[in-house]
């Protein structure tokens, strides 16, 4: 099972990084780094950088595609090398999926019209231009497609994703090895649950 999961400059560590420590658990799986060309994307924070290993040419038909988010989407969504390898590998693969506003560059690739999606609360209004039906779900599952919320999330879908490639108890016992039993300190992880106060302050550290 070949996972691929593509790199942009100012992609999301975590939309990325949550996935793979899943996926690369999974027997079976292998997970690679793509980008337009082989060698380091730093992230969008500007201080983590991930070493692409293969070009998008080296894989085009992976079994899955995991497209992560990050500030950078805005921009990446105009690169037709990484936008047209999205389009071209759905072909092929038996899974596409994305995290965070990686949903966007589904959209862009033309894969969402008519579906639900979710992505990114701040974002989430802009999958309308996608032809698509924006949800607030963590994880959306349509045919072979899979959308993950913001960054986070990203663990719930490739635990999702894990189920469904290989069984529950693989999914599980993943889970439990990584050991992800969320128990946050406080219960504001989204706008239905935060004040605007804070709504407003996570806008500003996006928009920063």
Do not use: N
């Amino acid at each position: 099972m070949r996972v691929a999961i593509p790199l942009y400059p100012r992609y999301t560590a975590l939309d990325a990084v949550g996935p793979y420590t899943v996926l690369a658990f999974a027997p079976g799986c292998t997970v690679t780094f793509v980008a337009a060309e082989p060698g380091p994307v730093t992230d969008d924070q500007g201080t983590l950088t991930l070493t692409a290993t293969a070009s998008y040419a080296d894989l085009p038909d992976p079994d899955v595609i995991v497209v992560p988010g990050g500030i950078g989407t805005l921009d990446a969504l105009s690169d037709e090398a990484l936008v047209g390898w999205i389009r071209q590998a759905h072909e092929h693969s038996r899974w596409t999926t994305s995290v965070c506003s990686g949903a966007l560059l589904l959209g862009a690739a033309g894969l969402l019209g008519g579906l639900k999606a979710t992505t990114h609360w701040a974002v989430k209004d802009l999958l309308r231009h996608y032809d698509a039906d924006p949800v607030s779900e963590r994880v959306v599952v349509e045919g072979k497609i899979v959308t993950a919320a913001g960054v986070s999330s990203g663990i719930d879908m490739a635990l999702t994703l894990l189920a469904q490639l290989r069984d529950v108890e693989t999914a599980q016992a993943v889970q439990l090895t990584i050991e992800y039993d969320p128990q946050p300190p406080f219960d504001c992880g989204s706008p239905e649950k935060a004040p605007q106060r804070i709504a407003e302050r996570a806008l500003s550290l996006l928009a920063g």
